[in-house]
């Protein structure tokens, strides 16, 4: 068994794995974050089946409380749709493709952190602690921060992200050309819908925008994506999620005629846009050092995985920590999380393709898949199941 753990980051990944060490007795781990504990602005987070099948683990029924929000239907439209008819709108049931009816959920992402932080005491986690240095001696690592401080433990988990401090090779961070642009709309009612369970998917050429309501309050968050070919490149620092961006260029560039849309549209007054970046290739592990979440495989957050990648990894290595597996640990955990970890990428950069369609042959072949999918429920299962059903307690998928 190891002695002590560091995880770098107090993330949803981070603090996932310190909740199970914790819940298992495993209680020698420190958390450091490198920015002060603050709660950021609302913004909407999906937690598909998957993650919520894990979190469950931690706390039964956890997503009783209010405070999480129930998804049952995905609806796919076109920006340039006036309304919804028959033929244009693809609907979606999410609820019986799930074989213990784990439901689809969405929150506010300070929900789902102060989930994972309420049972973690100050001395499990540390805050203002940036990691500038990691030595290892023989089975020791040390870890040095920013302000001369430092500690050491037998194994390292870095959770810090796509711009991870601790991964020590920042060259593999590559620019993808889209940018996101999201803000939430608080206390949003439609005058149009009365649906409040419902991601609503809106296509157009090279974006898309989606929008879901994340709480009881009818809290609306909006993403929307667009390709530009206003090249962006990394430079070392963190991209900086709070630059706020016109509304009125939001609008136009996902204008819309659309009365449901043109409606979120014209009331939303807060937008914060920034690049999209993604990893180069997945790092799995280095040494007696394991990386999680999006400093292991960031990627284009088209298929509403990250936060659920993240939440299965944590599981993952746990359960490799207290099986007491110490010798090539990072064998083992990339053997468990490489090939699922590829697919989720492979079919996120599919969604790319099918979401942003310019050519009118394709596009009539997408909405004849969508239908497809729609009217069936094994397509919806060939589509979502592998995605939704995956445990990783079982040793494969069941349905």
């Given amino acids: 068994m190891f002695k002590k753990i560091i995880i770098i980051g107090g993330g949803i990944a981070g603090l996932t794995l310190a909740n199970f060490l914790k819940k298992n007795n495993f209680n020698n781990f420190r958390i450091y974050e490198r920015f002060e504990r603050k709660l950021s602005r609302p913004t909407g987070i999906q937690l598909t089946p998957n993650a919520v099948r894990i979190l469950d683990f931690l706390g039964s029924r956890f997503f009783l409380n209010n405070n999480f929000h129930r998804i049952n239907y995905l609806s796919i439209n076109s920006v340039h749709s006036k309304d919804f008819t028959s033929n244009q709108e693809v609907r979606m049931n999410l609820q019986n493709i799930v074989s213990d009816k784990m439901p689809y959920l969405s929150c506010d992402r300070n929900v789902l952190i102060k989930f994972l932080e309420k049972d973690l005491s100050p001395k499990e986690i540390f805050y203002n602690k940036q990691v500038v240095q990691t030595i290892k001696d023989h089975n020791i690592i040390r870890v040095k921060f920013s302000d001369g401080s430092e500690d050491h433990c037998d194994l390292l988990v870095s959770a810090d992200g796509m711009f991870s401090k601790s991964r020590l090779d920042n060259n593999i961070i590559k620019s993808t050309n889209f940018y996101a642009y999201r803000g939430v709309l608080k206390n949003f009612y439609s005058k149009y819908s009365l649906e409040n369970d419902v991601v609503r998917l809106w296509l157009s050429g090279n974006k898309h925008l989606v929008t879901y309501f994340i709480n009881s309050q009818n809290d609306l968050s909006f993403t929307g994506i667009s390709k530009s070919s206003e090249k962006t490149t990394y430079t070392g620092d963190d991209v900086n999620y709070s630059i706020p961006f016109p509304a009125d260029q939001f609008r136009s560039i996902f204008f819309s005629e659309n009365k449901i849309l043109r409606e979120t549209l014209d009331t939303l007054h807060e937008v914060y846009r ?102 069936s429920f094994l397509a919806k299962k060939l589509m979502f199941g592998w995605i939704f059903n995956y445990n990783p307690r079982s040793s494969s998928y069941f349905f």
């Fill in 274 to 375: 920034w690049p999209i970046f993604s990893l180069k290739k997945r790092v799995f592990y280095r040494d007696n050092q394991i990386f999680i979440g999006d400093s292991s495989h960031g990627t284009v957050p088209f298929q509403a995985q990250g936060a659920a990648l993240a939440i299965e990894d944590s599981y993952v290595l746990y359960e490799q920590i207290i099986k007491n597996v110490t010798n090539n640990l990072g064998v083992f955990y990339f053997n468990k999380r490489n090939s699922r970890v590829r697919r989720i990428i492979l079919r996120s950069h599919l969604n790319v393709f099918l979401f942003h369609l310019k050519n009118p042959f394709l596009i009539i072949l997408r909405s004849i898949l969508f239908k497809i999918i729609e009217k």
